[in-house]
């Protein structure tokens, strides 16, 4: 049994319902993704003279001009930061108690150290 075709119009309003739900998806999709203009300043947009300056053009002939041939060598990995003060630490040393007897217990007596002092 063969099945009726659909009438040529049906086919192309359901083809064109279709290309515009794609076409109204991908506009929005754009239009949340799409980057927004870069603002120009005015100055850079106003037209510019075609005159040439002559001024300038007569200063660009005097200007000194470098070869890489006659560039100063600058070493900037050689140079030294100045000396750093440098700091020592005094290092406490255990002194034995001053009664030892074999009766009694040493207990750990705390000491203090003077601290170092930075100068810059």
């Keep these: 049994m063969k099945r009726p075709k659909p009438p040529s119009l049906v086919t192309m ?3 064109t319902t279709i290309t515009v739900i794609f076409w109204v998806f991908f506009s ?3 239009a949340f ?3 927004p203009t ?3 300043p005015a100055e850079i947009l106003e037209p510019f003279s075609p005159n ?3 001024e300038a053009l007569s200063k660009l002939q005097g200007r000194t001009f470098f070869t890489e041939g006659t560039l100063p060598t ?4 050689t140079t030294t930061p100045s000396a750093l003060p440098s700091v020592e630490l005094e290092t406490a040393t255990p002194s034995p108690s001053p009664t030892a007897s074999p ?3 040493l207990s750990p007596t705390p000491s203090s150290t003077p601290s170092a ?3 810059p």
């Design 52 to 54: 040439l300056d002559e």
């Design 28 to 30: 929005v999709y754009r």
């Design 13 to 15: 309003v359901v083809l």
């Design 33 to 35: 993704t799409q980057q």
């Design 38 to 40: 870069p603002t120009v």
């Design 117 to 119: 002092e930075v100068t």
């Design 74 to 77: 600058i070493n900037i990995l």
């Design 103 to 105: 009766t009694a217990t």
